[in-house]
């Protein structure tokens, strides 16, 4: 059982709290999507409703795009897990505007929390027991600035690291098993899509 602290709705009002047109949020489905909607839903959020895996590769998109706004990811263990790849193609294109911010609850949480392969186990003899660390895989991917946050002490230098240190930074923050309400964001894929182009984008 993951020994973690923090707890992922007060944290992620706290990433996303005076959010402004500069800052472009990708949010992974299941409890991300929940978390970033509870911090108060905006236009320039898009909560991914599906398309598991995606997240990383959609904003290092939006990033190389958008070369002036800050693009920040918030996505699961397991949605991160579906995706390593792509943190080998974030650190070959090196976006200086990119933050990821991985919330490991060590759970599949949406589908009814079965352990994903961040979870220590004990699968006899052959088998290490430790957990896939997803901040060390980031790192072996060449993305230079990755750690794992862990404390309460630690959170506010996680925010203004996500918010705006020099990318491409990858974080990965324990955070607790929890039974959480639903928070839901609009549920119409292409209303989130438009909302978002025309907030960034105007009118064409
Ligand atoms: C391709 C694909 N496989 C499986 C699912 C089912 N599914 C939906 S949410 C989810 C778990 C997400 O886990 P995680 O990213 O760790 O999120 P959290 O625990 O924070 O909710 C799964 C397996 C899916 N939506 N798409």
Redesign the pocket.
Known sequence: MSQATLQRRPLVKKILAGADDNLLVIA?????NWDITNAGDRPLNMPLW?A??APVGMGLGLAIAQPTKRVLVI?????MLMSLGSLATVAAQSPDNLAICV?D?E?????GNQA?HTSPRNNGPTDSGAGTDLAMIAKGCGIADCSTVTEKAEVSQLVKDLRGKKGPIFRLVKVMVEKLEFVMPPQDGAHLKDRFRQALLGNP
């Open positions: 992974g489905l299941g409890s991300s599906g598991m895996g996505t699961g263990d397991g949605d919330l609850n759970k599949f949480g949406e589908t994903t």
